[in-house]
């Protein structure tokens, strides 16, 4: 199911549609109200934050344990803005606990109520700050990790740590199926976070491929890039010197023989279009 809704395709999933409406089947009516809310505010906030530093939201897809938003050239951006956006989701949530807890506090709303719903607020919240994609968190440490390895690398190591947290979660329902009952949220959650992060780790090279074509209509539209360089030998692969680029800079490559004499200065550009033409397993020397 899919609709649009102030210019962002907004899309279904069909196990979230499923869960809230076993949830109003069950009657758990005020608890299926506090997690659609929590989400809304937590993908609002995040949407937002994107609008207000320039950047294009084109989809958000709502699944089972919150939302996923496709950023037109969102990597392209400054890291102040990555930040901004992807911190805003959590700091929404967060806000809006507060909200209830003063209210709640003035005595306008229910203690109980005000209870369900500053406790979905601050799950969804405070859960997404883990250092594990596909969360918030998760985005947070690539964005720090690609500061000191290649950006599929980075996106590979916060997307396995999704994956540990998921075997924690799956430990925990475990643990409490043994002694208080099972919680099935536990096994949804694990289950869900462990296939997301895994279509992160597969997704990272063609990711990785899609920013790096969009770059060179962020550098027409923007006007500048700034530019990082590299020093190759001939026979080094090509794929190992492309999967090294950073999406965020323009880069030039100097293509050394054994003496270390230039032999060339190739832009990232001309070895992007080599490879569409010739493919990835070439060497440098191929490209002069």
């Known amino acids: 199911m899919a609709f649009s809704v102030f210019g962002v395709r907004i899309r279904l999933h069909f196990l979230f549609a499923a869960i809230i409406a076993l949830g109003f089947a069950a009657g758990l009516y005020e608890e299926v109200v506090a997690a659609l809310l929590a989400i809304l505010v ?9 609008r207000a530093v320039g950047i294009k939201v084109e989809e958000l897809e709502l699944l089972p344990l919150g939302g996923r938003i496709n950023i037109k050239g969102f990597y392209q951006s400054s890291r102040e803005s990555e930040v901004a956006v992807v911190l805003a ?3 929404g949530n967060l806000l809006m606990a507060a909200v209830f807890i003063s209210l709640t506090y003035q005595g306008l709303v229910d203690y109980d109520t005000a209870n369900v719903f500053v406790r979905y607020q601050l799950t969804l919240g405070l859960f ?39 075997f924690f979660l799956w430990a925990l329902f475990l643990a409490t199926a043994l002694n208080s009952g099972p919680n099935l ?17 597969k997704q990272a090279p063609f990711m990785f491929m899609s ?6 209509e962020s550098l027409i539209e923007k006007g500048l890039l700034p530019v990082q360089a590299m020093v190759a030998f001939g026979k080094m692969p090509v794929k190992q010197v492309l999967f090294r680029l950073n999406p965020q800079s323009f880069h030039l490559v100097y293509v050394v023989d054994k003496s270390y004499r230039l032999k060339k200065c190739l832009t990232e550009t001309e070895i992007f279009d080599t490879i569409i033409e010739k493919g990835l397993d070439i060497k440098m020397e191929d490209l002069l």
């Open 89 to 91: 989701g959590p700091a």
């Open 185 to 201: 949220m536990l096994l949804i959650a694990g289950t869900f976070l462990f296939w997301a992060a895994g279509q992160e780790e």
């Open 128 to 166: 997404n700050l883990l250092p594990a994609l596909p969360l918030d968190g998760g985005k947070i440490f690539m964005l720090w990790l690609s500061q000191m390895v290649s950006f599929i690398k980075a996106v590979r190591m916060a997307a396995r740590a999704g994956k540990i947290l998921a």
């Open 211 to 216: 920013y790096m074509a969009y770059k060179k």
């Open 42 to 50: 937590h993908e609002i906030s995040h949407i937002s934050a994107a």
